[in-house]
């Protein structure tokens, strides 16, 4: 079965780092493109980053040079990277998968949430 | 201000269809057959719908179908039951540095 969980959310500040992670099993990450999508509280869903199969990645002009979208291939994990933090990157994270021969998503984590505040 | 424009909030009764909208440009809806639609419940993760415009997932109700004209987009679901009630957004693959892009929701409420 295909699972996705997120973790490392919480209450961080602005001008601050934190490190989100996205465990899967049931398939290899480093098979799939994954991305990162994030939703502001009562708004709707943005897209935050993508990781190639090939390890290339593209961000959002919104988080570009802050955020850093990585994986371990030993682990089966995704990772996206925040710096530099803004009140406007609070937000649920969620990890999800592209469909191995589409261009959609097929499965997504249940999310993690980010609170950037003083 | 999200990348593809969607109705805030669309409604009908039990057993009657909607059309939920989703309109981009020539570089996502446009330029590819790549739309997908995602339904979201109150506190839980997007659910693909729709996905290459029209195609349904296995365990997505028929009721659920996609189509596209020039730069436009559409999400119908028929006979609608009280369960449909959820967010749902469109999707676009994209030509330009943003490959995936997202409308800003809609809101279907089952009366």
């Known amino acids: 079965e295909v699972q996705l969980v997120e973790s490392g959310g919480g209450l961080f500040q602005p001008g601050g780092s934190l490190r989100l992670s996205c465990t899967a099993s049931?398939?290899?990450?480093?098979?799939?493109?994954m991305t990162w999508v994030r939703q502001a509280p009562g708004k709707g869903l943005e897209w935050v980053s993508l990781i190639y199969t090939g390890g290339d990645t593209d961000s959002a002009a919104s988080v570009k040079g802050r955020f850093t979208i990585s994986r371990d291939n030993s682990k089966n994990t995704l990772y996206l990277q925040m710096n530099s933090l803004r009140a406007e990157d609070t937000a649920m994270y969620y990890c999800?998968?592209?469909?191995?021969?589409?261009?959609?998503?097929?499965?997504w984590g249940q999310g993690t949430l980010v609170t950037v505040s003083s | 201000q999200s990348a593809l424009t969607q109705p805030a909030s669309v409604s009908g009764s039990p057993g009657q269809s909607i059309t939920i909208s989703c309109t981009g440009t020539?570089?996502?809806?446009?330029?590819?057959?790549?739309v997908s639609w995602y339904q979201q419940h109150p506190g839980k993760a997007p659910k693909v719908v729709i996905y290459?415009?029209?195609n349904r997932p296995s365990g997505v109700s028929n009721r659920f179908s996609g189509s596209k004209s020039d730069n436009t987009a559409s999400l119908t679901i028929s006979g609608l039951q009280a369960e449909d009630e959820a967010d749902y957004y469109c999707?676009?693959?994209?030509?330009?540095?943003?490959?995936?892009?997202f409308g800003g929701g809609t809101k279907l409420t089952v009366l």
């Open positions: 999800a998968r592209r469909y191995i021969s589409g261009f959609h998503f097929d499965f």
């Open positions: 290459n415009v029209s």
């Open positions: 999707s676009s693959y994209t030509s330009s540095s943003t490959p995936w892009v």
């Open positions: 020539s570089s996502d809806v446009g330029g590819h057959n790549y």
């Open positions: 049931g398939f290899t990450v480093s098979n799939y493109y």
